[in-house]
């Protein structure tokens, strides 16, 4: 059986690896666009490659954490379970974990100058796939993000 060190490398590689994912399908849909005549995206390539991306983003962080704090960092209310519980809930995919704003405070307070690298896109990327889960999103011609 793992230690619970090696168990959380194996969760934080296993986020890491879902990021990667969604990053390479993102690079995958902007690679295979046509680009004749310096062609915008389409509003679903738009919308695929902003949700794909600023996904990957989040994992990339909670992987950091997890790596960096120990799983624990982002459960919601871990003390209410042991090791052993946790990491069953994890096999049984009932973890729940908290949100990115609050990745981002633990960034924040914990690795100072982390998140600054990354901020700007990052909130990017957040605000149009907030606008495109929760409402039609309309990319403007030639414009990747708005």
């Not at 986020?15 to 680009?35: G, K, M, P, Y």
């Not at 390539?45 to 704090?69: C, P, W």
């Not at 973890?95 to 700007?120: C, M, N, P, W």
């Amino acid at each position: 059986m793992q230690t619970w060190k090696q168990f959380e490398e194996t969760v934080a590689q296993s986020i890491r690896d879902n990021s990667v994912i969604f990053l390479r399908r993102a690079a995958n849909e902007i690679a295979n666009h046509d680009d004749r005549g310096d062609k915008a995206f389409d509003h679903e390539t738009g919308t695929i490659v902003t949700v794909l991306t600023q996904m990957s983003l989040e994992l990339a962080v909670a992987s950091f954490l997890v790596k960096h704090d120990g799983l624990e960092s982002i459960l919601v209310k871990p003390k209410r379970f042991t090791d052993d519980q946790i990491r069953e809930k994890w096999l049984d995919n009932e973890l729940r974990t908290k949100t990115f704003e609050e990745y981002r405070q633990i960034l924040e307070a914990k690795h100072l100058g982390i998140y600054s690298v990354f901020e700007d896109i990052n909130q990017q990327f957040q605000q149009s796939r907030n606008k495109i889960m929760h409402l039609h999103f309309r990319f403007e011609e030639g414009i990747f993000m708005t």
